[in-house]
T-cell receptor, first 111, second 111 residues
Framework: EPEVTQTPSHQVTQMGQEVILRCVPI?????FYWYRQILGQKVEFLVS????????KSEIFDDQFSVERPDGSNFTLKIRSTKLEDSAMYFC?????????FGQGTRLTVV | TQLLEQSPQFLSIQEGENLTVYCNSS?????LQWYRQEPGEGPVLLVT?????EVKKLKRLTFQFGDARKDSSLHITAAQPGDTGLYLC???????????FGKGTKLSVKP
């Protein structure tokens, strides 16, 4: 199965701090997605990003979130001012037909 | 709002038993996927079903898509401890990459 790589695997941050989560997608994919999963809850769609633009975002993806492609191969999810409720697993993914290939995730803990 | 309901929520069985888990919706989906997720990791795609009535087999796992494309089932024959995990179904919710997930069925297979 194609591999999507995420760093860091675990991040602990103080409430109000900015965090940047990183993803290296499958080579040559123009589409990538971010999802989150709060402990014990559903996997939830955040945003899809195509060719350097947001193509769709959910209600969760408010102004404190942003996505970027800082260079040719890496994608980032930035949370500007973290809140306790942002604690979750964050997954990036690439398309696999109608489905998606997910990275192993970043566990974000806001304290 | 499209929702996917999975049942049962938890299932604990003995090695060698058969089981079926279900994924139901009141909405029609163009396709449904099944994923397996281990604790602390990302969902891993098992199968995508696209055509109403379609049946796909993956070793001891049999996946079926309902004729009306509103539901799907996963049947495991002769379950093994290695089948233990969280089984998620997901369907396309909007544009590319916007997947709607069910809450999952947590399967435990005891030796």
């Amino acid at each position: 199965e194609p591999e999507v790589t995420q760093t860091p695997s675990h991040q602990v941050t103080q409430m109000g701090q900015e965090v940047i989560l990183r993803c290296v997608p499958i080579s040559n994919h123009l589409y990538f997605y971010w999802y989150r999963q709060i402990l014990g809850q559903k996997v939830e769609f955040l945003v899809s990003f195509y060719n350097n633009e947001i193509s769709e975002k959910s209600e969760i993806f408010d102004d404190q979130f942003s996505v970027e492609r800082p260079d040719g191969s890496n994608f980032t999810l930035k949370i500007r001012s973290t809140k306790l409720e942002d604690s979750a697993m964050y997954f990036c993914a690439n398309p696999g037909g109608a489905a998606a290939f997910f990275g192993q995730g970043t566990r974000l803990t806001v304290v | 709002t499209q929702l996917l309901e999975q049942s049962p929520q938890f299932l604990s069985i003995q090695e060698g038993e058969n089981l079926t888990v279900y994924c139901n919706s009141s909405s029609v989906f163009s396709s449904l996927q099944w994923y397996r997720q281990e604790p602390g990791e990302g969902p891993v795609l098992l199968v995508t079903v696209v055509t109403g009535g379609e049946v796909k087999k993956l070793k001891r796992l049999t996946f079926q898509f309902g004729d009306a494309r509103k539901d799907s089932s996963l049947h495991i024959t002769a379950a093994q401890p290695g089948d233990t995990g969280l089984y998620l179904c997901a369907g396309a919710g909007g544009s590319q990459g916007n997947l709607i997930f069910g809450k999952g069925t947590k399967l435990s297979v005891k030796p």
